[in-house]
């Protein structure tokens, strides 16, 4: 008999208010901790993801970079580094710039928008070779 009373009174320590409300708050930072870990986790997962595009991308840059460097150790690449950087050309050779024409509808387009003032300074403009 003894024995069971020492279980019961063992069953109402267990089971009473004071051991489920502190089991509930022990619940509760285990809870807490497992988030932070997960959204710790996800983090360095973005992170990861991210520096492996950016490395990636420095991969790529670093090649088109080493393509450039061979082709800036040949003299047909230096002379159109130079050409395209500066607009100058061989001795003898030519330069042909392409101007493109003015469209007539977009100057009517234009000038059908401006108002009766707008059309007369845009007139005395031309005539003064300043348009």
């Known amino acids: 008999m003894e024995h069971l009373r020492a279980r019961q009174k063992?069953?109402?320590?267990?089971?009473?208010?004071?051991?489920?409300?502190?089991?509930?708050?022990?619940?509760i930072l285990l809870v807490r901790s497992t988030w932070k870990i997960y959204q710790k986790h996800e983090e360095a997962k973005r992170s990861?993801?991210?520096?492996?595009?950016e490395l990636i991308a420095l991969q790529q840059s670093g090649e088109g970079l080493v393509k450039k460097i061979e082709e800036l150790e040949s003299q047909r690449g230096q002379d159109r580094e130079i050409r395209?950087?500066?607009g100058v050309a061989k001795e003898g050779e030519e330069v042909v710039f392409i101007v493109k024409p003015k469209s007539d509808g977009a100057t009517t387009t234009a000038s059908a928008e401006l108002s009766f003032f707008g059309r007369i300074w845009r007139g005395f403009l031309a005539f003064v070779h300043l348009d």
């Open 10 to 27: 063992i069953k109402k320590r267990i089971y009473s208010r004071t051991v489920q409300i502190i089991l509930f708050v022990v619940l």
């Open 48 to 53: 990861r993801e991210a520096a492996e595009k």
């Open 84 to 86: 395209e950087k500066f």
